[in-house]
């Protein structure tokens, strides 16, 4: 008799699995980090892991489609004489022209001017379509200061000072020559084909002191005209929007690790910056603790997808949220109806991310006229204002659910937590306790 | 025959800077009233900021930061020193500082001509975009940090790592460099770069100097496209 010793079934590593060898690969074989666009891919706690209670005996709903429930939302009201007034409180962010083609930026103006919200836009100064098409326009100022100028300053509606994004707190941007067109070039002063670095900090100011006397001069060259933003990266968000505050923010833009990016090494956008969801309670208690909630607007940003992650936002204290990927996608990025392409460089429908190398087959995040072209830009507008009215539909639907007759009114109350960790981060209780992770004396 | 056109005296003892300022941007290229003094600055910040017309303003005193901040068109003369970031994203115009000017002067600046008569400290000309800058003493460190365009003059010496990083802005130094920064090399001083030198020179009202007595620094454009093999560099 054979003694049959039977195979146990091939086992691969969770600690080296399929990506993680190939990236040693491909670092083998290259001898360079892996550059990439997006936001963190990785699994994060997020609003997916909290759910609303809706009305009960104690709370009753509000009927839909038939009572009132408002949207709207002012921003800048702490100094400036021209707060911006918006119908929904869902923003687009910052992407420059550079990053993104001519037609995929007029495509954002066209739909959130439709919607009735506003855009911002990017490292790279802003476009003539750009300013032509949004009805309300942010305008950025950046470390690299590319474009810069008064008149698009006072052009502006606003102006958001950035500090950092959620993709890559503490870091710069590259946008490498491929994408450097003749118009990109001169719009950023700087010759055709080389591969641009965006600084990672100010040329003219460091620390909070110094912010507060930036701003006080973008103030006097505007004649305390626009509400100033100032935008963080999420990593130390209680400290960084206390010192926003004292600086002399109009609002706080919050972006956590999941927000995008255009370009940035995959180390970044991975391993630095703190999760959405973990950002929003401690910059509200910021805010609380300098008594400027809801004086002080705190807008939300980075893997918002649905009216119920916007939702969610609000009810822990964000008095708006902004939309950068979900933006993209809602015109046409990653379309499966590219998907021969997309194979053809290598990927799939859903998870191209090689945006800096400008071959976007959808004509969103290249500078290529040809590719560029397959954007409509009226057509895309519009898609965007669908997918707006539907996310605003959306909040609505759940504010009313908890017996809101204001997006706004939306509480922490009003959400428990499916994980512990989400119950930590969001201080609300895990789902049928009255727990909360690391809060004292919970309910 | 010229008109003797209104003079504009402002004391910011008595006057809130927010009003000089909405004043001065109320004057447009028509304006009569050309001629601006400023009394008793005193330190303060965002002085004579995002001015748009040919205005020519005498501050009398020393100022704060970001003085002539984002200036077109404006002849703004600074009878004292500035703090940090004078004459910053210039566009057009001529800032002169009759004292010494703080960090980054002239930083991000795209045009126009800014004249130190004094020293100016670390980071001058840091991310210029093509403005103009003489500087007739001496330059601290990290100077022209990232400069695109324009033209830096120093009559002195330069401090540390001048133009690092640096793109296509033009340096000439007459005194000692402590080092260049990354990618910033010594280049040839060929006929068009003494014609450059010697047109700044008189326009920043220096004379008895030789374009001759200086040294022209660039880059070498190594670094302008990213290769790791260059990451021993910075």
Same mark, same amino acid.
């Given at each position: 008799?054979?003694?049959?010793?039977?195979?146990?079934?091939?086992?691969?590593?969770?600690?080296?699995?399929?990506?993680?060898?190939?990236?040693?690969?491909?670092?083998?074989?290259?001898?360079?980090?892996?550059?990439?666009?997006?936001?963190?891919?990785?699994?994060?706690?997020?609003?997916?892991?909290?759910?609303?209670?809706?009305?009960?005996?104690?709370?009753?709903?509000?009927?839909?489609?038939?009572?009132?429930? @408002?949207?709207?939302?002012?921003?800048?009201?702490?100094?400036?004489?021209?707060?911006?007034? =918006?119908?929904?409180?869902?923003?687009?962010?910052?992407? %420059?022209?550079?990053?993104?083609?001519?037609?995929?930026?007029?495509? =954002?103006?066209?739909?959130? @001017?439709?919607?009735?919200?506003?855009?911002?836009?990017?490292?790279?100064?802003?476009?003539?379509?750009?300013?032509?098409?949004?009805?309300?326009?942010?305008?950025?100022?950046?470390? @690299?200061?590319?474009?810069?100028?008064?008149?698009?300053?006072?052009?502006?509606?606003?102006?958001?000072?950035?500090?950092? $994004?959620?993709?890559?707190?503490?870091?710069?941007?590259?946008? =490498?020559? $491929?994408?450097?067109?003749?118009?990109?070039?001169?719009? &950023?002063?700087?010759?055709?084909?080389?591969?641009? &670095?965006?600084?990672?900090?100010?040329?003219? +100011?460091?620390?909070?002191?110094?912010?507060?006397?930036?701003?006080?001069?973008?103030?006097?060259?505007?004649? +305390?005209?626009?509400?100033?933003?100032?935008?963080?990266?999420?990593?130390?968000?209680?400290?960084?929007?206390?010192?926003?505050?004292?600086?002399?923010?109009?609002?706080?833009?919050?972006?956590?690790?999941?927000?995008?990016?255009?370009?940035?090494?995959?180390?970044?956008?991975?391993?630095?910056?703190?999760?959405?969801?973990?950002?929003?309670?401690?910059?509200?208690?910021?805010?609380?603790?300098?008594?400027?909630?809801?004086?002080?607007?705190?807008?939300? %940003?980075?893997?918002?997808?649905?009216?119920?992650?916007?939702?969610?936002?609000?009810?822990?204290?964000?008095?708006?949220?902004?939309?950068?990927?979900?933006?993209?996608?809602?015109?046409?990025?990653?379309?499966?109806?590219?998907?021969?392409?997309?194979?053809? =460089?290598?990927?799939?429908?859903?998870?191209?991310?090689? +945006?800096?190398?400008?071959?976007?087959?959808?004509?969103? %995040?290249?500078?290529?006229?040809?590719?560029?072209?397959?954007?409509?830009?009226?057509?895309?507008?519009?898609?965007?204002?669908?997918?707006?009215?539907?996310?605003?539909?959306?909040?609505?639907?759940?504010?009313?659910?908890?017996?809101?007759?204001?997006?706004?009114?939306?509480?922490?109350?009003?959400?428990?937590?499916?994980?512990?960790?989400?119950?930590?981060?969001? &201080?609300?209780?895990?789902?049928?306790? @009255? +727990?909360?992770?690391?809060?004292?004396?919970?309910? | 025959?010229?008109?003797?056109?209104?003079?504009?005296?402002?004391?910011?003892? !008595?006057?809130?800077?927010?009003?000089?300022?909405?004043?001065?941007?109320?004057?447009?290229?028509?304006?009569?009233?050309?001629?601006?003094?400023? /009394?008793?600055?005193?330190? !303060?910040?965002?002085?004579?900021?995002?001015?748009?017309?040919?205005?020519?303003?005498?501050?009398?005193?020393?100022?704060?930061?970001?003085?002539?901040?984002?200036?077109?068109?404006?002849?703004?003369?600074?009878?004292?020193?500035?703090?940090?970031?004078?004459?910053?994203?210039?566009?057009?115009?001529?800032?002169?500082?009759?004292?010494?000017?703080?960090?980054?002067?002239?930083?991000?600046?795209?045009?126009?001509?800014?004249?130190?008569?004094?020293? !100016?400290?670390?980071?001058?000309?840091?991310?210029?975009?093509?403005?103009?800058?003489?500087?007739?003493?001496?330059?601290?460190?990290?100077?022209?940090?990232?400069?695109?365009?324009?033209?830096?003059?120093?009559?002195?010496?330069?401090?540390?790592?001048?133009?690092?990083?640096?793109?296509?802005?033009?340096?000439?130094?007459?005194?000692?460099?402590?080092?260049?920064?990354?990618?910033?090399?010594?280049?040839?001083?060929?006929?068009?770069?003494?014609?450059?030198?010697?047109?700044? /020179?008189?326009?920043?009202?220096?004379?008895?100097?030789?374009?001759?007595?200086?040294?022209?620094?660039?880059?070498?454009?190594?670094?302008?496209?990213?290769?790791?093999?260059?990451?021993?560099?910075?």
């Amino acid at each position: 008799m054979t003694y049959h010793n039977p195979p146990t079934t091939p086992r691969k590593s969770w600690t080296f699995d399929d990506y993680t060898l190939s990236e040693i690969r491909r670092a083998a074989a290259t001898g360079i980090y892996d550059i990439r666009g997006g936001g963190a891919k990785r699994r994060v706690p997020h609003f997916d892991d909290l759910l609303f209670l809706g009305a009960s005996v104690s709370r009753y709903p509000l009927e839909g489609y038939r009572e009132k429930c @408002s949207t709207s939302v002012t921003l800048g009201t702490r100094f400036a004489k021209k707060p911006i007034e =918006l119908k929904i409180p869902i923003t687009i962010a910052g992407m %420059s022209f550079g990053a993104l083609s001519a037609q995929a930026k007029e495509a =954002l103006g066209r739909g959130a @001017s439709i919607a009735g919200t506003s855009t911002t836009t990017g490292d790279g100064g802003m476009t003539p379509e750009e300013r032509g098409q949004s009805k309300t326009l942010v305008y950025q100022y950046l470390p @690299s200061r590319y474009g810069m100028n008064p008149d698009d300053l006072r052009k502006a509606d606003a102006i958001e000072v950035v500090i950092g $994004q959620g993709a890559k707190p503490g870091g710069g941007g590259m946008l =490498l020559g $491929q994408k450097i067109s003749d118009r990109v070039a001169e719009m &950023r002063n700087l010759p055709k084909g080389i591969d641009q &670095r965006s600084a990672c900090r100010h040329p003219d +100011w460091t620390g909070p002191d110094d912010l507060e006397i930036k701003i006080l001069e973008l103030r006097e060259i505007t004649d +305390w005209e626009k509400p100033i933003y100032v935008k963080i990266g999420a990593t130390r968000p209680y400290y960084d929007v206390a010192l926003a505050v004292k600086a002399g923010a109009d609002v706080v833009v919050i972006d956590g690790m999941q927000g995008g990016t255009a370009a940035t090494q995959e180390v970044f956008i991975e391993h630095v910056g703190i999760p959405t969801l973990a950002c929003i309670r401690p910059a509200v208690q910021a805010l609380q603790d300098l008594g400027m909630h809801r004086k002080v607007q705190l807008i939300v %940003s980075g893997g918002i997808r649905t009216g119920a992650d916007a939702a969610k936002a609000l009810a822990l204290g964000a008095d708006a949220v902004s939309i950068g990927i979900a933006a993209l996608v809602a015109l046409g990025d990653n379309d499966p109806r590219h998907e021969a392409e997309y194979n053809a =460089l290598g990927t799939t429908a859903g998870s191209y991310d090689d +945006w800096h190398e400008g071959r976007d087959q959808a004509g969103i %995040s290249t500078q290529d006229p040809e590719l560029s072209q397959r954007l409509d830009p009226v057509l895309a507008g519009r898609r965007l204002a669908n997918y707006l009215k539907v996310m605003t539909l959306e909040i609505q639907t759940v504010a009313r659910a908890a017996g809101h007759n204001n997006v706004h009114n939306l509480e922490p109350e009003d959400l428990c937590a499916l994980t512990l960790e989400a119950a930590a981060m969001a &201080r609300v209780p895990l789902a049928g306790t @009255s +727990w909360i992770p690391g809060v004292q004396g919970s309910l | 025959m010229v008109e003797h056109f209104k003079m504009r005296t402002v004391d910011l003892a !008595a006057t809130p800077l927010r009003d000089l300022n909405a004043d001065l941007h109320r004057q447009g290229d028509g304006s009569n009233e050309t001629r601006w003094e400023v /009394l008793n600055p005193r330190g !303060a910040h965002a002085v004579a900021v995002g001015v748009d017309a040919p205005l020519a303003i005498d501050v009398r005193g020393s100022v704060g930061y970001y003085c002539a901040g984002m200036n077109k068109k404006a002849a703004i003369t600074v009878h004292g020193s500035a703090g940090p970031g004078v004459a910053e994203n210039m566009m057009s115009g001529t800032v002169v500082v009759k004292g010494d000017a703080s960090q980054y002067a002239g930083a991000t600046g795209r045009g126009g001509l800014l004249v130190v008569e004094g020293n !100016a400290s670390s980071r001058c000309g840091i991310s210029m975009k093509g403005i103009d800058i003489v500087v007739k003493g001496s330059i601290g460190h990290m100077s022209a940090f990232m400069a695109q365009s324009g033209t830096l003059v120093v009559l002195g010496d330069a401090g540390d790592a001048l133009g690092d990083s640096i793109y296509e802005a033009r340096l000439f130094v007459r005194g000692k460099v402590k080092s260049l920064g990354a990618d910033c090399i010594e280049k040839e001083m060929r006929d068009e770069h003494h014609a450059l030198l010697a047109g700044l /020179l008189d326009k920043a009202g220096v004379s008895g100097v030789a374009t001759t007595e200086f040294t022209r620094y660039g880059s070498a454009r190594k670094l302008y496209t990213f290769n790791i093999d260059n990451a021993d560099a910075y």
